[in-house]
């Protein structure tokens, strides 16, 4: 299964690419529901990116392996870890989304997105909101959407306060669908695998070492051969093991670079390198930068 990126959710509604624009506008963007200037049919695929819907009307919802239907205003959290689609029923409803890659969080925050129910693994994605919950939030994505158009130096930092305060709302409702099962054993290994995986952060103290670190190391975890678990993994989310395993790395290098203090010495070894210059070759590979430029911007 293909798995769409930020620059081909540019392409299909707006037949435009994402290069050239101001570089946080490929972490995050808000939009009305009916924005776009080139539609293409909606594919049932995995992102790359986290979605937050805001939808007026009657939908079904197609995640992973269950559909379901949503009537009223329900707010949707889509995990890029499971594939996703939404088709009207009857005539389309408005409402707002907002787009953004884990690394608009994890490079200012000190936790991770999937610490949170609707994006943990297994979560579930639809809540439905009375009339008084919907205006609020309502009125938040309208304030996402005038900040988003200002000059504001630090319109992104409000744009990430507006995401948790919308994320905070939804965790104080009950989700709206009340059954959601794995099930297939593919699901199930890569749900523990992710766990596993993000079990190990944040790490906070210079004591503290990655101990899991490689495909080998998570399959004798799982008691599973390490062939069986990258089928597994990659079955289940399109992406390798190592791939789910270096994306982590990075993302936790990048706020230990940038919420710390400790010298690249100290970050090479909490995150399980055995010489800092393995880590900074590392670093420069999945980034174009070394991690003391990284720091320094």
Wanted: glycine share 6%; hydrophobic share 35%.
């Amino acid at each position: 299964m293909d798995i769409e990126t930020f620059e081909d959710f540019y392409r299909n509604k707006f037949n435009i690419t994402a290069t050239g624009v101001k570089p946080d506008l490929g972490q995050f963007n808000v939009f009305p529901m009916n924005c776009a200037t080139h539609k293409k049919p909606i594919r049932y695929s995995r992102k790359d990116y986290y979605k937050i819907s805001f939808l007026h009307g009657h939908y079904a919802i197609h995640y992973a392996d269950k559909s379901f239907e949503v009537q009223g205003t329900t707010l949707l959290f889509f995990n890029p870890q499971v594939p996703y689609t939404f088709e009207s029923i009857g005539e389309r409803g408005d409402g707002y989304f907002c787009i953004f890659k884990t690394s608009f969080f994890s490079e200012y925050l000190r936790g991770n997105l999937r610490d949170f129910p609707m994006y943990a693994p297994g979560g579930k994605p639809a809540y439905t909101l009375d009339e008084a919950v919907a205006q609020e939030i309502g009125a938040v994505f309208e304030r996402m959407l005038d900040n988003m158009q200002s000059d504001y130096r630090f319109k992104y930092d409000l744009m990430r306060n507006y995401v948790m305060e919308i994320m905070h709302y939804a965790l104080k409702m009950q989700p709206a669908e009340s059954r959601y099962d794995y099930i297939d054993a593919n699901t199930r290994i890569t749900t523990v695998f992710i766990e596993l995986l993000e079990r190990q952060f944040p790490i906070e103290s210079i004591e503290q070492h990655l101990i899991l670190r490689s495909a080998k190391d998570f399959a004798a975890e799982l008691n599973v051969h390490v062939n069986h678990l990258n089928r597994a993994v990659k079955h289940s989310t399109g992406r390798t093991t190592t791939h789910h395993i270096t994306d982590r790395l990075v993302s936790e290098a990048k706020a230990l670079l940038k919420h710390t203090d400790w010298n690249i010495a100290e970050v090479s070894y909490s995150l399980g390198f055995e010489e800092p210059a393995h880590f900074s070759n590392f670093f420069k590979k999945q980034t174009g930068l070394t991690p003391g430029i990284f720091r320094s911007n």
